[in-house]
C-alpha cells in the first residue's frame, strides 16, 4: 500500500524545535514535490511550506523565519524544522506529496497520517 509517514511530533515547550521527517512506505517510490500543512482545534487545515523535486520552497506568511522546509533525495525523505515553538503551533502536521516510481510514471497525491505536535509548558 502507498502512503506517506509522518514522524518527530510530540510534547515540546514553548521556545523549543523539533523537526518533522515524511517519508514514503516503499523504497519502489520517490517523493516529488511535497507540501506541509497543520490543523489546529477546530481550524481549517493550512499550509505551512512546499518544495519541490528540485528544492525550491515557499513558507506561509505567518511562519516565515521559523520553519524549514527542506528534503534529502537520496534517502527519500522531506522534512520540517521549525523553531521558537509557540502554543499556537500546536497541531497536527500532515506531509502531502506527489510519489512518483522509481522507474515509471506518476502514482499520485497522498496524504500523511499526521503527527501530533503539542507546545505547552
Known amino acids: 500500500q502507498v502512503q506517506l509517514v509522518e514522524s518527530g511530533g510530540g510534547l515540546v515547550q514553548p521556545g523549543g524545535s523539533l523537526r518533522l521527517s515524511c517519508a514514503t512506505s516503499?523504497?519502489?517510490?520517490?517523493?516529488?514535490?511535497m507540501g506541509w500543512y497543520r490543523q489546529a482545534p477546530g481550524k481549517a487545515r493550512e499550509l505551512v511550506a512546499t518544495i519541490t523535486s528540485g528544492g525550491s520552497t515557499n513558507y506561509e506568511d505567518s511562519m516565515k523565519g521559523r520553519v524549514t522546509v527542506s528534503r534529502d533525495n537520496a534517502k527519500n525523505m522531506v522534512y520540517l524544522q521549525i523553531i521558537s515553538l509557540k502554543p499556537e503551533d500546536t497541531a497536527v502536521y500532515y506531509c502531502?506529496?506527489?510519489?512518483?516510481?522509481?522507474?515509471?510514471?506518476?502514482?499520485?497525491?497522498?496524504w500523511g497520517q499526521g503527527t501530533q505536535v503539542t507546545v505547552s509548558s
Open positions: 516503499g523504497s519502489m517510490f520517490r517523493i516529488d514535490a
Open positions: 502531502n506529496g506527489d510519489l512518483y516510481r522509481v522507474v515509471g510514471g506518476f502514482v499520485g497525491n497522498y
